[in-house]
């Protein structure tokens, strides 16, 4: 009995991974972006998700159809497409080395909530914002800065942020930088790198402008929050 009931289960997983393999290939080879490893079973039967970076979209199972849009889940009442590309967030955020931000940190015994923040130097909200550091540290609120001049290569920003992140003190040249205000700085050959990286990391998060917050489980939010509006948006996400 035990053989012949698990004989149409195995049939049904061959079929899936026929179908899911089809998929893949016909993806793969429609965009050159694409990888296979980026198709993967949806959350509604019959299609399937494609998710390169916070970008998701669904291909019916036969290969026919694309789909671009948010699925939402009625009697669940939530956004199954954000929550993918939560998932994509914290995973490329997490890819980050330990020396890859200028970190801002609370003292240990008080650190409650770490969040990425995509800043631009000259950017006025971005200015305020780090301007009240010290509150969102007194909140528990570790600050991990990556760098996106809005304006791209070869602009002032940017020449300003490769100055910031060759600073023997990075923190404190972030900070005179803010303030349009000296700091000790010196050449050095990974400067481009990194912020190439973090500019290419902001567009693939799907920031719409800075600051762009991004929390530790990679929901995005866009704009400036205050310490207590930030503070109350990480202490709901973990209720």
Not at 23 to 40: C, D, G, N, T, W
Not at 79 to 103: Q, Y
Not at 179 to 187: G, K, S
Request: net charge negative; glycine share 6%; proline share 5%.
């Amino acid at each position: 009995m035990l053989v012949i009931a698990a004989a149409p289960a195995a049939a049904q997983s061959a079929d899936a991974d026929a179908e899911l393999a089809a998929v893949r290939e016909r993806v793969a080879s429609e965009f050159k972006e694409i990888l296979p490893q980026h198709v993967f079973p949806g959350p509604v039967d019959g299609w399937y998700t494609i998710r390169k970076g916070a970008i998701v979209a669904y291909i019916s199972a036969d290969g026919r159809y694309l789909l671009q849009g948010d699925i939402i889940d009625l009697d669940a009442q939530a956004n199954l497409t954000e929550a993918e590309r939560n998932v994509a967030r914290h995973e490329m955020i997490g890819a980050l080395g330990a020396g890859d931000a200028i970190v801002f940190s609370p003292e240990p015994a008080k650190l409650r909530h770490s969040v990425s923040i995509f800043t631009d130097i000259d950017c006025g909200y971005c200015r305020r914002l780090h301007s009240q550091i010290d509150q969102y540290l007194a909140k528990g609120i570790e600050v991990r800065y990556l760098l996106y001049p809005r304006s791209g290569p070869a602009s002032p920003s940017w020449q300003k942020a490769e100055q910031v992140w060759c600073s023997p003190d990075r923190n404190n040249a972030l900070t005179l930088a803010k303030l349009d205000r000296e700091f000790e700085t010196r050449q050095c050959d990974t400067a481009n790198e990194m912020i190439s990286e973090h500019y290419a990391l902001g567009q693939d998060v799907g920031l719409r402008g800075t600051p762009a917050i991004v929390f530790e489980d990679g929901t995005l939010v866009s704009g400036y929050l205050t310490p207590d509006r930030l503070a109350a948006a990480l202490d709901a996400e973990d209720d």
